[in-house]
């Protein structure tokens, strides 16, 4: 049955302008690539990556091509901006990737992460790690945007961190960057 909550705001959403990605201050040169073995560029994402009270609410796995010289960490934001509201959702924020890994096994955007090194920032609803696709039922295609930056150097961030932090930390230290976009409908 269809939700009329849903349906009625199905024309109401952010909008991708709003995205961490189109910020003028973090705009680099798209010089490496960001994939899944979970799905592909602008394809539904698989059940098993819903959020809790869809599914098993895991992290997919990702892996990106080397990034330019002189990058000395990665960090990740993951967003949905195809919420009703006047911003994206933060699905996850995660700092501390060694650009040398490659790429994050699937579940490694938990709190805390088993990767060494990866460290959670607070996302949805305040809660540090990964938060699965949960649109509103009705509502229509959401798409959920990895946004992978390569710094050139740490950010210096605090113990709890959250998205204001790492934007402040990332001003004018991006050197390149990378995106992969997922879809899930919640029919």
């Given at each position: 049955?269809?939700?009329?909550?849903?349906?009625?705001?199905?024309?109401?959403?952010?909008?991708?302008?709003?995205?961490?990605?189109?910020?003028?201050?973090?705009?680099?040169p798209e010089s490496f690539v960001l994939t899944s073995p979970a799905f592909?560029?602008?394809?539904?994402?698989?059940?098993?990556?819903?959020?809790?009270?869809?599914?098993?609410?895991?992290?997919?796995?990702?892996?990106?091509?080397?990034?330019?010289?002189?990058?000395?960490?990665?960090?990740?934001?993951?967003?949905?901006?195809?919420?009703?509201?006047?911003?994206?959702?933060?699905?996850?924020?995660?700092?501390?990737?060694?650009?040398?890994?490659?790429?994050?096994?699937?579940?490694?955007?938990?709190?805390?992460?088993?990767?060494?090194?990866?460290?959670?920032?607070?996302?949805?609803?305040?809660?540090?790690?990964?938060?699965?696709?949960?649109?509103?039922?009705?509502?229509?295609?959401?798409?959920y945007v990895f946004q992978l930056f390569a710094l050139d150097a740490a950010?210096?961030?605090?113990?709890?961190?959250?998205?204001?932090?790492?934007?402040?930390?990332?001003?004018?230290?991006?050197?390149?960057?990378a995106r992969l976009d997922g879809t899930f409908e919640n029919v």
């Open positions: 049955m269809p939700n009329p909550i849903g349906r009625a705001l199905r024309n109401r959403r952010a909008g991708h302008h709003t995205l961490v990605w189109a910020r003028p201050e973090l705009d680099a592909e560029h602008e394809a539904p994402m698989p059940d098993r990556l819903r959020g809790r009270m869809l599914g098993a609410n895991v992290s997919p796995a990702i892996a990106w091509t080397e990034p330019p010289a002189g990058a000395v960490e990665l960090v990740l934001v993951v967003e949905d901006p195809d919420v009703p509201m006047g911003k994206p959702a933060t699905h996850a924020v995660a700092a501390g990737i060694d650009p040398a890994l490659g790429g994050l096994p699937e579940g490694a955007l938990r709190h805390p992460s088993p990767v060494a090194g990866v460290r959670m920032g607070k996302g949805a609803l305040g809660k540090r790690g990964y938060a699965g696709p949960m649109p509103i039922r009705s509502h229509g295609p959401h798409s950010p210096d961030l605090g113990e709890k961190f959250g998205l204001g932090d790492l934007l402040t930390a990332m001003d004018g230290h991006v050197v390149a960057r």
